[in-house]
Every structure is written in structure tokens, then in C-alpha cells.
């Protein structure tokens, strides 16, 4: 099944809501994914973020990104566990929809 799309702009809380459909999140990996600025297509040290894999039943695994001081801590996490998170928000651009919040806690 694929994620409800709707046109918008911008991310917003209610938008993710409508993209999951209240579906239960679990956690699918268990390492920080690390975002990095780029410049002429090289890679610089700077962090623009940090992205978490988490799936539903019916949505394949996809990632949720945090900005560098939200950097969430995995260390209590085991795979399969359920989430929730805080300040869930969703954008779409084109047909993809991407998500980010500002923390990840066990449901």
C-alpha cells in the first residue's frame, strides 16, 4: 500500500498523520544514518542531520529524519520495537513523501 498522498506545502503534523493512516511504527534499524552537507559534489564534515529506518505493516521500511540537535540515541532499542514519535511532520514532494520529528521513544 502506498502512502496517502495529498498536495501541500511544507511539513506539517497533520499531513504525516494522513500519510500513515494511524498505523503502528517499528523500528527496522538500529543505526544513525548520518546526513552531510555538500558542496560541488564533494562531501564536507558538516552534519545536516540523522535519519532512523521504521516500517508499518503495510508500508515498506522508509526513513525519518532529525535535524543535528535532535540526534536521537538508539541504545535502548531492539529491532521490532514500537515507536512513537514527537512532532512527527510529513512533506511531499513530487510523489515521494518524507518525514521528520524531533524525538523517537518506545510506544
Not at 53 to 66: A, G, L
Not at 70 to 81: E, I, M, N, Q, R
Given at each position: ?70 540526534k536521537p540515541d538508539l541504545t535502548y ?31
Amino acid at each position: 500500500m502506498a502512502f496517502k498522498i495529498k498536495s501541500q506545502n511544507g511539513y506539517s503534523e497533520s499531513f504525516a498523520e494522513e500519510a500513515l493512516g494511524g498505523e503502528t511504527l517499528h523500528i527496522v534499524g538500529l543505526e544513525l544514518e548520518t546526513q552531510f552537507e555538500y558542496e560541488n559534489n564533494t562531501r564536507t564534515d558538516t552534519v545536516t542531520g540523522y535519519q532512523v529506518w521504521v516500517s508499518t505493516t503495510t508500508h515498506n521500511p522508509f526513513r525519518v529524519k532529525f535535524l543535528p540537535e535532535d540526534k536521537p540515541d538508539l541504545t535502548y532499542f531492539t529491532l521490532g520495537d514500537e515507536v512513537t514519535f514527537d512532532h512527527l511532520e510529513a512533506i511531499q514532494i513530487k510523489t515521494n513523501v518524507y518525514f521528520r520529528a524531533k524525538a523517537i521513544k518506545k510506544a
